[in-house]
């Protein structure tokens, strides 16, 4: 194995798991950035990480075909078997990845029609959240509406208000 940066040692089968904060996890991460540099590694569970907190290291790693693979995680190689454009890695993922760009660009939605259903999708999402601005509310719902509506007009070409029956089905 390839020489790994400095980080914390961590538990067997729950590595560094127990010390994250489960509610803001970035502050135990800006924690060990202080005390181990920009780039340090740590186990996650029995997931070796890698943890870069360094834009131009980010950008140059991006960069090298041997930092592309995917975690070894359930979802990605048990359910997934490696398959489908978010799971994939090497020549396989390239392949999809330009069939999906092709594609987006057919249906309009790269460049100036990716643009517009954007700007659709946040007018929308700035006239629900202004529904609600003075109390406090989960995001939740109304993300899962925008989102799912953006999906829906891509794919159907259809957008539905949060009131639709249909929506409400769905």
């Known amino acids: 194995m390839a020489q790994l940066p400095p980080g914390p040692l961590g538990l067997p089968i729950l590595g560094y798991l127990p010390w994250l904060d489960p509610v803001e996890p970035y502050k135990t991460l800006t ?18 990480c890698v943890v870069v907190a360094d834009n131009g290291v980010m950008k140059d790693m991006f ?14 190689h048990g359910i997934m078997q490696g398959k489908g454009l978010i799971c994939s890695e090497g020549e396989h993922w390239k392949e999809q990845r330009k069939w999906a760009g092709l594609t987006m660009r057919k249906l309009g939605l790269a460049g100036s029609g990716l643009e517009e259903a954007l700007k659709k999708t946040i007018q929308e999402l700035m006239e629900l959240f202004d529904e609600v601005e003075d ?10 509406h925008v989102v799912g509506n953006m999906l829906n007009e891509v794919i159907f070409g259809i957008r539905y208000s949060r009131e639709s029956d249909m ?4």
């Open 31 to 48: 924690g060990l950035v202080e005390k181990y540099g920009k780039v340090f590694s740590l186990n996650m569970g029995s997931v070796l």
């Open 63 to 76: 960069s090298r075909e041997e930092v592309t693979g995917r975690a070894p995680l359930y979802l990605t």
């Open 135 to 144: 109390e406090f509310s989960n995001p939740h719902k109304t993300m899962s």
């Open 167 to 170: 929506w409400r089905w769905l």
